[in-house]
């Protein structure tokens, strides 16, 4: 179906011009230019300042209408009350899109947002498309472009997102940043006083560098446009919402914050369910949700092996999986023979499999193996991987003993028996193609977060969570998501 | 009430035997002996191997019988059938506490469990305590004591530990260390042949040293016996209970694990609620509530106030407090004029409380302030702390501009109010006597969490939560803590 609107110039910019430009640091016309410029983005980029003073060392125009070339995309930087004006002058110029960062509109009072509504009347007149206002920017990653007032300046990758709040959209930048993964597109959304929420979603469903959309929904205008476009989506790659507002009290501060109107929990829910789109309850779900769906095979049923380094972990894994709906088949004879050919005697004979203790080189990785290759199971849990790496950095950081060679030894073993297994689980993968979700204690110790093993899966877009109930959150996801797939 | 046993030689013991010391480092008898040397125990040590060979440049001794002093400790680590003539020559030799880290006895058959009993029934006669078997050791930081199969080197602090599984309990040590919290006493009781969960609790209950008791249970083998320690133990200090084996999945994996029996999960639940035990979902409550409780005020009430950063995670904030069972109580006239007469007219005027963009040095700490002092609030959740920091460490990085001295001021600017604000957040703590949830999506991505200001609040032992529905859980916990010590 084809889009109302053609958001390429958002997205796909030859030129941008900055107007509101200035030399000063804490405006937003400071910030959104030198993020852009910042990024690397290599299109062309004109800074616009009434006065036309140098602005970070470029020439700046006074006006749009001074530009020596229309711009694809004009950033708005200015007061609210000027950017009207502005408006007119890219039309005059035969600009093609703005994107409104200047807040004080509807969000502000009635007049306000008659000054709004006249905006984006003047732009439908002139065949423009307007982003915002009160939107804190866009990024394509793929050009360079981060026009954000404060934002990480991701890679590329198959994740897009639009979100009616810019914080919440810059946790997800963020965290996708420190931890390596790639991001698409990204836009602040706004007031969206002419492109929507449901523009943006169906943009980025036939956008062939998206694969998987995310969207932090607080303030749903326009409920059927949204749920007609989350619709025509769903079928090709996974939407991923998140709601604020939930909550009597969550809608409260949302009034305040975008101006939204409530919206029954309970009646979002059931459409949601009804079109396939996958709700998650907070930041964190909806970050490691993401990351699996954009980079791991669907299962394709509920069947989940899980592998373990220690009791207690499987225990609390069996349990996190149970409670997310999922199943823990029994281990056959066929399998437990074929571990209890290598295994010590006193190994679980039971799924989750227990290893509890290896002696062997590629012990965890062999056990692994033959959980995934088992066709009884559809997805794969790890539990522990790094607790070996973090004792030994321990070790060799305090123990008296560390140039024992014995020791060292035993250490060495211990690194790369987890390596290993971190090799073993990128490679396994996509050998099985089934999805694997690694839970690390390391992962909830941060600052260790940098330990080889987990730092190799996140090289490999395989992402580690912290608990077991994060891994099992995020298999149920992407269990969901097959299903609404295959319907 | 007096303690069935005296455990104060597990935990402050002036002397130590490891029985089965060997210098092979792929064995446990190596690496309890070298943790404990590595963590720094200033007591004697005496290593005891058949043969008597030096051990990681130590004496050793053939037997118990031969050691020149009876200690207070004997840590045991030689094969399962040869535990019983340890038993018998420590009682020979005086001894009054041994704990059997060796495996193989009830967790492994009938035959293994008869000797279990028969090690247990020995140790009575001869009025020796025993911990384990099965257990992967003990910890007690104010003497250095870390007899531990693998484990991080914990400061001393006010919370103790008794898990029923090694890794698990590993989890909080090694989550505590490298956030830099303290740990009191720790200890993975395994089979509990002789010292049962009930016995630990109630010594830890008891301890002046401990504030707050970690519990996790895989196998109640006395309900009753360990209700009625708890029930001693709440009224003084809270018990934290994460339960491993809730679902039939989960139980089954436990029974290979530890040959724990069945828990009716009602049964169990009902009984934490009428005793006043506070159980948690999952590793990450369970030491994100730990360390609230063990450092900061409990709430006199249920109502919450809420600073945030940004619209978006205020919104997510005010939708967890409300689903976590909290208040949040409506600003007053009086709080919103104090308010309006600094903050800039678009603020949120509303709880949360939403600063939008601050402009002048200290405005966040002056709001939190506020915030804190109204007497219409309880707790205080701060959403956004590091984001600031986080944006200038990537421009110090990356930016062409970075010695623009322009840009250099609103960076100093912005690290400097960010660090303002965790200072005011130590401070008031104290001053307000009231609980603060701090939660910063600086922690989602892990790798920056090494951000000053929230180092800052660490090093002053005020943990920072990744997401508001994590803080609003510690907060639900506190709150139903301050309910159980009131009545």
């Known amino acids: ?140 990653t793929r050009c360079k472009l981060f026009c954000l007032m404060s934002g990480a300046y991701n890679k590329p990758g198959p994740i897009s997102i639009v979100s009616q709040s810019g914080n919440v959209g810059g946790t997800i930048l963020f965290s996708a940043y420190h931890h390596g993964f790639g991001i698409g597109k990204f836009v602040s959304s706004g007031n969206e006083a002419f492109v929507k929420l449901h523009d943006y979603i169906r943009y980025f469903g036939e956008d062939p560098e998206t694969s998987v959309v995310l969207v932090y929904i607080e303030n749903l205008k326009e409920g059927p446009a949204f749920l007609d476009a989350c619709r025509e989506v769903v079928p090709k790659k996974p939407v991923i919402v998140l709601r604020g507002g939930k909550t009597e009290e969550g809608a409260s501060a949302a009034r305040s914050h975008t101006g939204a109107m409530a919206t029954s929990t309970e009646i979002f829910d059931a459409a949601c369910r009804q079109v396939g789109i996958l709700q998650v309850r907070d930041l964190r779900e909806m970050f490691n949700v993401a990351i699996a769906l954009a980079h791991q095979p669907l299962p394709a049923g509920d069947r989940v092996g899980i592998l373990t380094l220690g009791g207690g972990w499987g225990v609390l894994a069996a349990d996190a999986v149970s409670q997310y709906g999922l199943r823990l088949p029994k281990l056959p004879a066929k399998i437990m023979e074929e571990y209890s050919a290598f295994l010590p005697p006193f190994w679980s004979k039971n799924n989750p499999v227990d290893l509890v203790a290896t002696r062997e080189l590629g012990t965890t990785a062999r056990s692994l193996e033959i959980l995934a290759r088992w066709e009884g199971v559809d997805a794969l849990m790890m539990l522990g991987l790094g607790y070996g790496t973090r004792s030994v950095h321990l070790s060799s950081k305090f123990s008296p003993f560390k140039d024992n060679p014995m020791l060292k ?56 969570h912290a608990t077991p109930n994060d891994g099992a959150a995020t298999l149920r996801a992407m269990w969901q998501y097959a299903q609404i797939r295959a319907r």
Not at 11 to 38: D, E, I, R, Y
Not at 427 to 451: H, M
Request: charged share 20%; hydrophobic share 45%.
């Open 409 to 464: 030894m035993v250490a060495d073993f211990v690194l790369q028996e987890d390596m290993s297994t971190a090799e073993a689980i990128v490679r396994l993968v996509r050998e099985v193609n089934k999805p694997f979700a690694v839970c690390s204690d390391a992962v909830l110790g941060s600052r260790l977060s940098e330990s080889a093993p987990i730092l190799h899966l996140e090289n490999h877009d395989i992402l580690v």
């Open 1 to 140: 179906m084809a889009l109302d609107y053609d958001l390429s110039p958002f997205f796909h910019p030859k030129s941008v011009c900055l107007v509101g430009a200035t030399n000063n640091p804490t405006k937003w016309g400071f910030s959104v230019l030198h993020n852009l410029l910042m990024g690397g983005y290599a299109g062309n980029v004109y800074p616009v300042n009434l006065k036309g003073e140098d602005i970070l060392g470029m020439k700046s125009y006074p006006s749009i209408r001074d530009l020596p070339e229309t711009p694809d995309l004009a950033m708005v930087c200015v007061p609210n009350h000027a950017v009207l004006g502005v408006i007119e002058d890219l039309a005059a110029k035969g600009g093609k899109a703005a994107f409104v960062i200047s807040s004080g509109f509807s969000e502000a009072g009635e007049e306000e947002k008659q000054m709004e509504r006249e905006m984006a009347r003047k732009a439908k007149e002139a065949g423009l498309i307007i982003g915002g206002p009160n939107g804190q920017g866009l990024v394509s």
